[in-house]
C-alpha cells in the first residue's frame, strides 16, 4: 500500500470526477461545472483543462508548466485559469515565471488565480 492510498493526498484535496473527467480537486471540478454553464449562457466559446505550458528562458527549458483551464471567451480574448485551494512556495515561483514569460509575451491573455 502506498503513502497516497493510505493517508490520501498531501494537502487534502480529494479527486473528483465531472463530466467523465477526473479533476485534482472539488473545486477545480466544480469550476469545470461554472463553465460549462458559462457555455450555455453564451459567455464562453469553449475551454480546455490541464494545458502544458512550456517555460523557457533564453532558449533553456525551465520547466513544464500545466495550467488547469484555458477558456476562450465569446470577443476573442483568452483567460488563462490556476485553481488554488492552497498555494506553496514551488507554485508561487512557477506562477510568476509563468506570469513574466507567457503574460508578458500575450497581452491579448488574462491570468487568472482562482481562490
Same mark, same amino acid.
Given at each position: 500500500?502506498?503513502?497516497?492510498?493510505? +493517508?490520501?493526498? %498531501?494537502?487534502?484535496? @480529494?479527486?473528483?470526477?465531472?463530466?467523465?473527467? #477526473?479533476? @485534482?480537486? =472539488? %473545486? &477545480?471540478?466544480?469550476?469545470?461545472?461554472? !463553465? /460549462?454553464?458559462?457555455? %450555455?449562457?453564451? &459567455?464562453? %466559446?469553449? +475551454? /480546455?483543462?490541464?494545458? *502544458?505550458?512550456? !517555460?523557457?528562458?533564453?532558449? $533553456?527549458?525551465?520547466? /513544464?508548466?500545466? !495550467?488547469?483551464?484555458?477558456?476562450?471567451?465569446?470577443?476573442?480574448?483568452?483567460?488563462?485559469?490556476? #485553481? =488554488?485551494? $492552497?498555494?506553496?512556495?514551488?507554485? *508561487?515561483?512557477? +506562477? =510568476?515565471? $509563468?506570469?513574466?514569460?507567457?503574460?508578458?509575451?500575450?497581452?491579448?491573455?488574462?491570468?487568472? #488565480?482562482?481562490?
Amino acid at each position: 500500500m502506498t503513502w497516497h492510498q493510505r +493517508w490520501g493526498s %498531501k494537502y487534502g484535496a @480529494h479527486s473528483t470526477e465531472y463530466g467523465g473527467a #477526473v479533476y @485534482h480537486s =472539488k %473545486k &477545480e471540478a466544480g469550476y469545470a461545472q461554472e !463553465l /460549462d454553464l458559462r457555455i %450555455k449562457a453564451g &459567455e464562453v %466559446k469553449s +475551454w /480546455d483543462r490541464q494545458v *502544458r505550458i512550456s !517555460l523557457d528562458v533564453n532558449g $533553456f527549458h525551465i520547466c /513544464d508548466y500545466y !495550467l488547469d483551464f484555458r477558456v476562450h471567451l465569446n470577443d476573442g480574448t483568452v483567460e488563462m485559469v490556476e #485553481v =488554488k485551494g $492552497f498555494e506553496t512556495p514551488v507554485w *508561487r515561483l512557477k +506562477w =510568476k515565471l $509563468f506570469e513574466a514569460i507567457y503574460g508578458h509575451d500575450n497581452p491579448e491573455h488574462k491570468l487568472i #488565480v482562482v481562490r
